[in-house]
């Protein structure tokens, strides 16, 4: 009984969690995507894309511990689980596409973006409390004998990567007023937007 009522306050912790980093992308994505619009930068857009796509991964996640928490058979859980990492998957990809058409574009224009304070901020913040969330959500999924804890957690630390480029290229583009930074940017967003899609297509097609 001990026992039991110690798993259940540990999957309690673990949903109050993803339910803060989910809210965490939303804001994530809206501030990013309104900033890349604003300030015409391909870089900001991805991320804030990428951050709505993180939303559906985090909201799936909860579904998941929910319905562990109130005893789903395990069959059904995976089934829905690797449909919703196909769907994430395929659409990071076209992404990651999408992202090196216009990018290169602009390279070849000599498009240029504006300074994006906002930009800055959401970058500066991910890369401060991505790392928080990782470790927090390794630890739970390890007490929990969950790997699409731990997993998650991971997909936190590559969103510090990718806040991180976020970062250099908006300053990049704000201090030395460099064109080009942008786009080179975007690009580099681009292995962690199509590694993270490409992990994803793989495990919704995993037998």
């Known amino acids: 009984m001990e026992s039991n009522t110690d798993s259940q306050t540990l999957v309690v912790r673990s949903l109050h969690t993803e339910y803060f980093s989910t809210a965490w992308m939303a804001f994530e994505f809206m501030v990013g995507f309104y900033s890349g619009l604003k300030a015409g930068s391909i870089l900001l857009i991805a991320f804030g894309l990428d951050s709505f796509l993180e939303i ?61 304070y906002s930009g800055i901020a959401i970058g500066i913040a991910s890369v401060l409390l991505m790392p928080i969330l990782m470790v927090r959500k390794q630890s739970l999924g390890k007490a929990l004998h969950s790997d699409a804890l731990v997993e998650d957690g991971m997909c936190n ?20 007023n460099w064109w080009w930074a942008d786009s080179v940017a975007a690009l580099i967003l681009v292995y962690f937007i199509a590694s993270e899609g490409w992990e994803s297509f793989q495990e919704g097609h995993a037998k």
């Open 157 to 176: 630390i590559t969103c510090a990567y990718m806040a991180a480029t976020v970062l250099i290229g908006a300053l990049l583009t704000a201090l030395l």
């Open 56 to 116: 559906i991964s985090g909201s799936t996640l909860i579904w998941r511990l929910r319905k562990e928490n109130t005893g789903a058979g395990p069959e059904a859980i995976e089934r829905a689980e690797k449909r919703s990492s196909l769907i994430v998957g395929i659409v990071l990809l076209l992404l990651a596409v999408y992202v090196t058409a216009v990018s290169l574009f602009n390279l070849f224009t000599h498009a240029t973006a504006d300074t994006s």
